[in-house]
């Protein structure tokens, strides 16, 4: 891959002939973390999924007080009433960790459908920015990328405009 990219670079810099090269990076982790539509999705998705977080504490709270009950009941209890109890338990306990892995797996696909739309414009935009400032390349992703060529900024505050 690096091989890739140097050979990808120095056939750019010959093309160029004696130009100097424009290349710029951005930073998505920060564009998805920091630009507006981001924040606004990241909103959005806590709106949308509050409910059932609150149904889960519910779940959670019923299985905690379950268990405080049994924990002070425990030598007082008829043997069949503490069965009972400690089945509703379990059961509470299955339904809580069906629930929230359900939550999860729902949240993790509208997280994706969310940052893939945010993704979507922040590659617009940065190909308008490239267009605009005449770059030769621009990178995503980087192990360092020099202050000078990072243009994250610029795209999110591209992005907070529209």
């Given at each position: 891959?690096?091989?890739?990219?140097?050979?990808?670079?120095?056939?750019?810099?010959f093309a160029a002939g004696a130009a100097e090269l424009k290349i710029g990076f951005v930073n998505t982790e920060?564009?998805?973390?920091?630009?507006?539509?981001?924040?606004?999705?990241?909103?959005?998705?806590?709106?949308?999924?509050?409910?059932?977080?609150?149904?889960?504490?519910?779940?959670?709270?019923?299985?905690?007080?379950?268990?405080?009950?049994?924990?002070?009941?425990?030598?007082?209890?008829?043997?069949?009433?503490?069965?009972?109890?400690?089945?509703?338990?379990?059961?509470?306990?299955?339904?809580?960790?069906?629930?929230?892995?359900?939550?999860?797996?729902?949240?993790?696909?509208?997280?994706?459908?969310?940052?893939?739309?945010?993704?979507?414009?922040?590659?617009?935009?940065?190909?308008?920015?490239?267009?605009?400032?005449?770059?030769?390349?621009?990178?995503?992703?980087?192990?360092?990328?020099?202050g000078k060529i990072d243009i994250t900024d610029k795209v999110i505050?591209?992005?907070?405009?529209?």
């Amino acid at each position: 891959m690096k091989i890739a990219l140097a050979l990808l670079l120095a056939s750019l810099a010959f093309a160029a002939g004696a130009a100097e090269l424009k290349i710029g990076f951005v930073n998505t982790e920060r564009v998805f973390r920091e630009a507006v539509p981001a924040k606004r999705a990241q909103q959005k998705l806590e709106r949308e999924f509050a409910a059932r977080n609150a149904e889960l504490a519910k779940l959670e709270k019923q299985g905690r007080d379950l268990q405080t009950e049994l924990e002070r009941e425990n030598v007082t209890i008829p043997e069949p009433q503490r069965r009972e109890k400690e089945r509703q338990l379990a059961d509470i306990s299955r339904n809580f960790q069906r629930t929230q892995r359900e939550i999860r797996e729902d949240l993790n696909l509208r997280r994706n459908e969310e940052l893939a739309s945010v993704q979507e414009r922040a590659t617009r935009i940065i190909n308008q920015i490239a267009e605009q400032e005449k770059f030769d390349l621009i990178l995503q992703e980087a192990v360092f990328a020099s202050g000078k060529i990072d243009i994250t900024d610029k795209v999110i505050r591209a992005l907070a405009d529209k």
